[in-house]
């Protein structure tokens, strides 16, 4: 079993060469719109769409001059086109390419992450219909609490990641708009039209009101939309984490062959993959920060949000798809110990039945104090070792003169615990 990732595909979003191809897509759109409008003359058009290209090296060079991409970007594209590029970038602003084209990656970005969680809903579902009756412990504050199932454990995920799923359509959905408004976003020096022209043709909706800029409402929703993924996949991590501890040993992320866990230590086997998928989490969230601070731009704009972005997107989206595929990875191939999850539903020699056993004294017309107070004296007689709640309770005149022997067995029975998991797995759709 070999743990494999490539980051190419979702890497290649972000690299220059995708950005100043759709740059380019942008331009040659606003000059069809442009001609279309009877602003370029045909002729000038076709030489524009046959001979307008960029070069990356070029670009750096005459940036390390000019010390603005866009400019650098549209003189290379210049010196291919000849005289017809003095059509080029007519009556735009630099962020009406930049920001349209930021949104264009952003959505290319998002589509590779709705995959990746599809995929690992997937995996989880499986494990959760697998699992479905495989009584675990549930614990609350790190003590048992009373016993659930792995496969509601793994439904639990299902659900949340269904949420994440629709959170990251959501925020494709509202980061999906350009703009082609000019410098403050009145259209002083190309017609509307245009926009809705060029909009159409790259694949967005025309922005309703812009300034210089698309307004980063809009790209915070879509980081928060990641970072909560991302902390998605930190309490999935998390609890497995927890669940490989060598006192509990319930699940064990994939261990492969010629793997070594400790440099000391030889017996070692460590969640190593889970514990980077939460270190991974906190770079992710940490950056959510970032993107709220860029919202409050000065006026019309600034470009403060700038330096950020080209850190804080490429460096999101590529980790989130990462750590999905670290998951996937692991979720696929967990090794799963249900004699150990029953071995630990036994370690507190029943205390968890004490919430049926309390009910059912209820139920036989005593006080809710009267019966919380036998059963609280009778589980810390079995915290102390003096015997199992089932065998002391039985034994507790104050019980047998309410239940009968048949119907304390019938207490200390895991179906009632079981009896109602159907109805989660038909609620949350996975069956």
């Known amino acids: 079993m070999i743990e494999r990732y490539s980051r190419e595909k979702i890497r290649n979003i972000w690299e220059l060469e995708n950005k100043f191809r759709i740059w380019l897509n942008i331009e040659i759109a606003a000059c069809e719109a442009n001609a279309e409008m009877g602003l370029i003359p045909s002729e000038d058009l076709k030489t524009i769409k046959e001979k307008a290209d960029f070069d990356l090296k070029r670009i750096n060079e005459i940036e390390a001059e000019v010390h603005h991409d866009v400019i650098a970007f549209l003189t290379s594209v210049a010196e291919k086109v000849g005289e017809p590029s003095r059509f080029i970038h007519y009556g735009l602003t630099s962020s009406d390419i930049g920001d349209t084209a930021l949104c264009i990656q952003m959505k290319q970005a998002g589509e590779i992450l709705l995959e990746d969680v599809d995929n690992l809903m997937e995996a989880l579902k499986e494990k959760a219909l697998l699992h479905k009756m495989t009584p675990c412990m549930g614990r609350s504050h790190g003590v048992h609490a009373e016993p659930t ?7 639990l995920y299902h659900e949340a990641f269904r949420r ?12 999906s708009f350009g703009k082609l408004s000019g410098a403050v976003g009145t259209f002083s020096n190309l017609d509307p039209v245009i926009e809705e022209k060029v909009c159409s043709r790259v694949g967005l909706t025309p922005d309703p009101v812009s ?18 993924t991302a902390s998605t996949l930190d309490q999935l991590a998390v609890e497995l984490r927890h669940l490989q501890r060598t006192e509990v040993r ?21 969640p190593i993959l889970c514990e980077r998928i939460t270190g991974i989490s906190r770079v992710i969230k940490s950056n959510l920060m970032t993107a709220l601070e860029n919202v409050s731009l000065w006026h ?11 850190i804080i997107l490429p460096d999101s989206t590529i980790s989130l798809d990462y750590i999905l595929d670290k998951m996937i990875f692991v979720i696929k191939n967990l090794h799963i110990y249900p004699e150990n999850m029953q071995d630990n539903i036994n370690k507190t020699g029943g205390l968890f039945f004490s919430q049926s056993l ?17 059963v609280q004296e009778n589980s810390m007689k079995t915290w ?4 199992s709640l089932k065998e002391l309770v039985s034994s507790d005149e104050r019980v047998k003169k309410l ?19 159907d109805h989660v797995f038909k609620k949350a759709g996975i069956i």
């Open 211 to 228: 300034t210089q800029v698309i307004q980063r409402d809009r790209h915070a929703e879509y980081m928060s939309a990641v970072a909560i």
């Open 358 to 374: 309390l009910l059912a004294l209820i139920e036989k017309g005593i006080s809710r104090e009267d019966s919380y107070l036998i």
């Open 384 to 387: 102390d070792k003096k015997g």
């Open 250 to 270: 319930e699940t064990e992320e994939p261990f492969q062959r010629g793997q070594k866990g400790s440099s000391a230590m030889p017996h070692k086997r460590n």
């Open 149 to 155: 199932t792995f496969g509601m454990k793994m439904a």
């Open 300 to 310: 019309e704009r600034d470009i403060s949000h700038s330096s950020a972005e080209r």
């Open 164 to 175: 994440n799923r629709i959170r990251l359509e959501r925020a494709i959905e509202n980061i």
């Open 403 to 421: 239940l009968s022997q048949k119907e304390i067995d019938g207490i200390f029975s895991l179906d009632r615990y079981l009896s109602n998991i």
